[in-house]
């Protein structure tokens, strides 16, 4: 039996993390709700130093589309950009996934990883703000956590500890 995949939803709830992140890319987005109600143009969202692009992806699909999968919105197209890229693959990512379309979302980790034909094609350069106190307190009263997942995430890392320690064990040249 195939198990059921999480909704966007419910990705964006997994964990107080992205819970938090969530608020903080959906108040970036609603800086420019012409962004939102528009037709066309191309918004890049800036990440903070603090997260990386693709943790944003989720909230900023939910925020744009809800639980509607984004395919059924043929011509609004989102990609991320990763830390190490280069320009040339940045510029191949968004040529590949956005471009042509009337409407799209980039997240790039900073201003410098902006390829040059996505300069020209933007309308719009918001920033993520980093996550702040109010935000992780909203996220820690939002996220329950059941007895179970937090033994079973205790019993996950208490395996990761036993596998850490026996590694160390095993090096010749360990100091600890």
């Known amino acids: 039996m195939s198990q059921k995949s999480p909704t966007r939803n419910e990705r964006v709830r997994a964990t107080v993390k992205d819970f938090a ?11 420019i709700p ?22 944003h992806i989720n909230a900023a699909r939910l925020a744009l589309f809800g639980e509607e999968d984004e395919t059924n919105f043929g011509p609004v197209a989102s990609c991320w950009f990763s830390q190490g890229d280069t320009l040339l693959d940045n510029e191949r990512k968004f040529k590949n996934e956005c471009e042509g379309r009337p409407k799209a979302l980039v997240i790039c980790p900073n201003r410098e990883d902006i390829p040059r034909n996505l300069r020209l094609a933007l309308d719009w350069i918001v920033d993520v703000e980093p996550v702040r106190p109010g935000d992780l307190k909203a996220a820690c009263s939002e996220i329950l956590v059941t007895w179970n997942q937090s033994k079973l995430h205790f019993v996950r890392l208490l395996s990761q500890e036993q596998e850490f320690d026996r590694w160390l064990a095993g090096r010749r040249t360990s100091s600890f």
């Open 21 to 31: 992140l969530h608020l903080t890319t959906q108040r970036a987005l609603k800086k």
């Open 34 to 55: 012409s962004f939102v109600t528009a037709d066309v143009g191309v918004l890049v969202l800036i990440s903070p130093d603090t997260s990386d692009p693709h943790e």
